[in-house]
Structures are given as C-alpha cells and as structure tokens.
Nanobody, 125 residues
Framework: QVQLVESGGGLVKAGGSLRLSCTAS????????MGWFRQAPGKEREFVGA?????????YFVDSVKGRFSISRDNALNTVYLQMNSLKPEDTAVYYC?????????????????WGQGVQVTVSS
C-alpha cells in the first residue's frame, strides 16, 4: 500500500511562489506516475499536473497553470515536487498528491489509485 504525504503549503501573496513536496512510502516510487490535484471550496477536484514514470518523466499540466507551475521528481528520495510561481488568488485550494502505475496519460482523479491527505495553499491579493 502506497502512502503519500504532502508538505509545503501555506499563505503567500499574489505573484509569490511556493514549492509543495509529496513523499511516498510503500511500493516502488519510480514506477508511479505522480499527479497533483487541487480542490477549492465548493468546487470539484481539479487536475493540476503530473509527471510520468516513463520517458524520463514527461510532465503535463492543465492550461491554467502552464508556464507558472512545474513538476519534478527525485526517485532516490521517493519525492515529487510541485513548484508554483506567479501565484494568483484563484490558485487558492487544498492541493493533493496522487499516484498510479498505469501506463497512461490521464487528468481524471478516478485513474489515480493513491492519494495524500492534502495541504492548504492560500494566495492573498
């Protein structure tokens, strides 16, 4: 069973940056595609971005964060990172780390099998 623990959330002013981390335990981290999702109050959980376990770690993002967010992974540390720059108030949400072992590109929450508990990110205007 894979367990995921996020860290790095907090309060930041618009235009600022934050880096979230997600550390995995159990399973073989290098075989997992790692995704980031977010959920704002009253809204559905939204895909943010992901990094695959193949092709050297291909990344893909939702259009609203392209050019501002990046994802990287360190398989030796079983950790994936979400670097968030030029943050906007609309980025405020609980951010979740998720994982799956399927050889697919997916932005659908149901395709991800393991989830962290989430971490709050608040961007003030």
């Amino acid at each position: 069973q894979v367990q995921l623990v996020e860290s790095g959330g907090g309060l930041v002013k618009a235009g600022g940056s934050l880096r979230l981390s997600c550390t995995a335990s159990g399973g073989t981290f290098s075989s997992y595609t790692m995704g980031w999702f977010r959920q704002a109050p009253g809204k559905e959980r939204e895909f943010v971005g992901a990094i695959t376990s193949w092709s050297g770690g291909t990344t893909y993002f939702v259009d609203s964060v392209k050019g501002r967010f990046s994802i990287s992974r360190d398989n030796a540390l079983n950790t994936v990172y979400l670097q968030m720059n030029s943050l906007k108030p609309e980025d405020t949400a609980v951010y979740y780390c998720a994982a799956h072992e399927k050889l697919i590109i997916s932005m659908t929450p149901s395709r991800f099998d393991y989830w962290g508990q989430g971490v709050q990110v608040t961007v003030s205007s």
